[in-house]
């Protein structure tokens, strides 16, 4: 699908796009979400682009991210996406900035494009050329790390209350503890790794150029630069925070199992003096004095029950129980 967003009177309106179609003169914004093989071919004729496939938004290697052709800037990024499900995920956009006009190329949803797209048609806003767009854009992406990043903060803090509670008594469940810490550091990793990305982006788009931005673009970009710093100091606090949680569940898990282990420690020496007793008359020998004694068995009984008691007396005095 392809979208042309116009400028008029301080908004965009958006225009839908079919193959063949000419693009807006006024258009500032072009998006194309999950675009064909022939889709990105019409953009590339009627733009005068060249557009990355698929395969090469996913190369990892600076070169192939971030470069310039010409006049037009190609920068592709890591957004995250899907965070509010249980398998959020990490998808590449890419962004070329070319001839005052911005075109956006994505194979996925992410929430910050819905959001900045309906402020955009309902406010005034700047955007009347492609930076003042990707401005916004990045704008938006950053308010969405940070609502994520508060989210899991939240999350976090609740953990932090049920692993340290005082009522020791209660019953944990350590299992699903240990998933809600998963769920939370995967978020706080892919937010990170989408901050990183969009820091490089932000730094190769805001460098020195012979044509002169307009001082508000200029301050929204190191705006966002800035903000992209906090945020990934704030994020590297919120995955040390999430690893101290996951070792002292951990270190509690281990605890109860020594517990349970020094249970039946105490169980079977509390219980080998009676089992050594047993053992030594229940053997078949044909001469065996005791066996002939009228208070034999009482004894035996006796002797049992006393070296059962004498243990468990010694770990209660030595606070071992």
């Not at 965009?12 to 693009?23: E, F, N």
């Not at 906090?230 to 281990?254: E, K, P, V, Y």
């Not at 003096?273 to 229940?282: E, N, V």
Request: net charge negative; glycine share 6%; charged share 20%.
């Amino acid at each position: 699908m392809i979208t042309a967003y116009v400028h008029a009177n301080g908004m965009l309106t958006p225009v839908a796009l079919q193959r063949g179609d000419a693009i807006p003169e006024a258009a500032v914004w072009i998006d194309v979400l999950s675009p064909e093989d022939e889709d990105l071919v019409f953009v590339d004729q009627a733009l005068g682009l060249d557009v990355p496939t698929e395969e090469d938004m996913q190369e990892i290697e600076m070169s192939s991210r971030l470069y310039q052709e010409d006049d037009a800037l190609y920068m592709t990024a890591t957004m995250i996406c899907n965070a509010d499900t249980p398998e959020p995920q990490n998808v590449p956009v890419t962004f070329v900035l070319a001839r005052q006009r911005l075109l956006t190329l994505r194979y996925a949803e992410p929430t910050p494009f819905r959001m900045y797209a309906a402020q955009v048609q309902r406010h005034a806003m700047p955007c009347a050329s492609g930076e003042e767009v990707l401005a916004g854009l990045l704008d938006a992406i950053v308010d969405r790390i940070a609502d994520i990043l508060e989210r899991v903060q939240g999350d976090a803090e609740k953990l932090s209350g049920e692993i340290f509670r005082k009522d020791s008594k209660a019953k944990h469940d350590y299992n699903g503890t240990l998933v809600r810490i998963g769920a939370c550091h995967g978020l706080v990793t892919r937010a990170r790794d989408s901050l990183v990305s969009f820091g490089r982006m932000v730094s190769f788009v805001a460098r020195p150029t012979e044509a002169k931005r307009s001082k508000s673009t200029e301050r929204s970009f190191k705006t966002v630069a800035r903000d992209v710093t906090s945020l990934s100091d704030h994020a590297t606090f919120l995955a040390n925070n999430i690893s101290f949680m996951l070792d002292a569940t951990l270190g509690l898990i281990n605890n109860e199992q020594t517990g349970i282990i020094k249970i039946f420690s105490v169980a079977a020496v509390v219980f080998l003096p009676p089992t050594l007793i047993a053992s030594i008359y229940g053997m078949n020998f044909e001469y065996m004095p005791e066996l002939a004694w009228t208070y034999g068995y009482p004894m035996s009984i006796g002797l049992m029950v006393l070296f059962a008691i004498l243990p468990y007396l010694f770990f209660k005095f030595r606070g071992w129980l």
